[in-house]
């Protein structure tokens, strides 16, 4: 069965260090995407990115950036000189379609890493 | 402005007394989803529909209805909720397909005494 872990459940950091949130998966599909969202204090949902399995190329997006790896099944999720606003838990997901790679596609999230930048 | 609204946002009720949460979309997209959010277990998928008239059982499904009879609207059917129901709940809805960026409703917390 497809999975994803996120081994880090709280993470706390000074502001303007650097983290890195870390997402490992488990899929036998070889056609699957990954996906990173927020959820801040407030309570919604907000799609950061998505990686599809045959796009390796890492991300860069202002403070946010993201490493995909295959090698080692993961899609680790760096935030640079980290900001009391990017408090927040973080999801990191995977649609597959599971053992056999045929059927419909699943969407998995991790159960998210909590993070505090504290001023 | 582009949203997915789901109502209420807000609801303590009791065991047994059914009720409706109800989702709406303004995007014309074609999937849209519901999951449950609870502490320690992140986010797990009750029910999807690929398109009008299309749904389909996610990870969660027991104890629980949905109907999709238009393509903005996406209900979840609690027919006799319990207490193992109280969670956080959101709607969601993507353009094509789940493998495109959902967009998200602002939550519906129950709680089922």
């Known amino acids: 069965a497809q999975k994803v872990t996120q081994a880090q459940t709280e993470i706390s950091v000074v502001e303007k260090e650097d983290v890195t949130l870390d997402c490992v998966y488990e899929?036998?599909?070889?056609?699957?995407?990954l996906f990173w969202y927020k959820q801040p204090p407030s309570g919604e949902l907000v799609f950061l990115i998505r990686r599809n399995s045959f796009d390796e190329q890492n991300e860069i997006s202002g403070r946010y950036s993201w490493n995909f790896q295959k090698s080692t099944s993961s899609f680790n999720f760096t935030i640079t000189a980290s900001q009391v606003v990017d408090s927040a838990v973080y999801f990191c997901?995977?649609?597959?379609?599971?053992?056999?790679?045929?059927?419909?596609?699943?969407?998995?999230f991790g159960k998210g890493t909590k993070l505090s930048v504290i001023p | 402005e582009a949203q997915v609204t789901q109502n209420p946002r807000y609801l303590i009720t009791v065991t047994g007394k059914k009720l409706t949460v109800t989702c709406s979309q303004n995007?014309?997209?074609?999937?849209m989803s519901w999951y449950r959010q609870d502490p320690g277990l992140g986010l797990r998928q009750i029910y999807y529909s690929m398109n009008v008239e299309v749904t389909d059982k996610g990870d969660v499904p027991e104890g629980y209805k949905v109907s999709r009879k238009e393509k903005r609207n996406f209900p979840l059917i609690l027919e006799s909720p319990s207490p193992n129901q109280t969670s956080l709940y959101f709607c969601?809805?993507?353009?094509?397909?789940?493998?495109?960026?959902?967009?998200f409703g602002d939550g519906t917390r129950l709680s089922i005494l």
């Open positions: 969601a809805s993507s353009l094509s397909g789940v493998n495109q960026p959902q967009h």
């Open positions: 995007m014309n997209h074609e999937y």
């Open positions: 899929t036998r599909d070889t056609t699957y995407y």
């Open positions: 997901a995977l649609l597959s379609r599971g053992e056999s790679g045929a059927g419909s596609y699943q969407l998995t």
